[in-house]
């Protein structure tokens, strides 16, 4: 089946202006996260969400971040106001909890946004 | 919250076995490894539970010790397509996942 897809693939925007990601997770999973890498370091967490439970906010570094998920399944992560150093690239992973529990992170290709 | 990985980059040649460490000031519920080459999205490679237990596929294996809060993924007679950027993932029992800095490995032919 599909995997994770993730629009646009590359996004270049001005500062000041709003963006909006997309992420399509993978049809069935009730996880879905949004992650930010910058250029050569580690997946920063931004948001999480669970099935029908209240998002996990905590990874957002600002009141500028948001995200939500409709549905049950599209998120999108918005960005207002951009600043220079939200230049990153912008990975969304879905998850399915296995019966023991444990699942594993699939991976979308990422959006890169480059903020001028 | 984050935890911390060790070395931050190793290099290689083809044959040769590296160790790459995670630790992590909190109890764990879990560890994730993920594997992240160069322009590409990460790509998983294993979980481990709390419990001590060791996995491995292929020459890849990792163990988790839950006393000690760490975890060790051993890539033995490493082979170039393991190069690439290696990530620990740690689970805290809320199914949020905080991933290290990564550590970089490159293998030389």
């Known amino acids: 089946g599909a995997g994770v897809s993730q629009s646009p693939s590359n996004k270049v925007t001005e500062k000041g202006k709003d963006v909006e990601l997309r992420c399509d997770p993978i049809?069935?999973?009730?996880?879905l996260y949004w992650y930010r890498q910058s250029l050569g370091q580690g997946l920063e967490f931004l948001i999480y969400f669970q099935g029908n439970s209240a998002p996990d906010k905590s990874g957002l570094p600002s009141d500028r971040f948001s995200a939500e998920r409709t549905g049950g399944s599209v998120s999108t992560l918005t960005i207002q106001r951009t600043q220079q150093e939200d230049s990153a690239v912008y990975l969304c992973?879905?998850?399915?909890?296995?019966?023991?529990?444990?699942?594993?992170?699939?991976f979308g290709p990422g959006t890169r946004l480059t903020v001028t | 919250q984050q935890p911390v990985q060790s070395p931050q980059a190793v290099i290689l040649r083809e044959g040769e076995d590296a160790v790459i460490n995670c630790s992590s000031s909190k109890a764990l519920y879990s560890v994730h490894w993920y594997r992240q080459k160069h322009g590409e999205a990460p790509v998983f490679l294993m979980i481990?539970?709390?419990?001590?237990e060791q996995k491995g596929h292929d020459k890849i294996s990792a163990s988790f010790n839950e006393k000690k809060q760490q975890s060790s993924l051993y890539l033995t007679a490493s082979q170039l397509s393991y190069s690439g950027t290696y990530f620990c993932?740690?689970?805290?029992?809320?199914?949020?996942?905080?991933f290290g800095k990564g550590t970089r490995l490159h293998i030389l032919p």
């Open positions: 993932g740690t689970e805290i029992r809320d199914d949020k996942i905080i």
């Open positions: 992973a879905s998850s399915q909890p296995s019966t023991s529990g444990t699942y594993e992170q699939y």
């Open positions: 481990l539970l709390k419990g001590g």
């Open positions: 049809s069935g999973h009730t996880a």
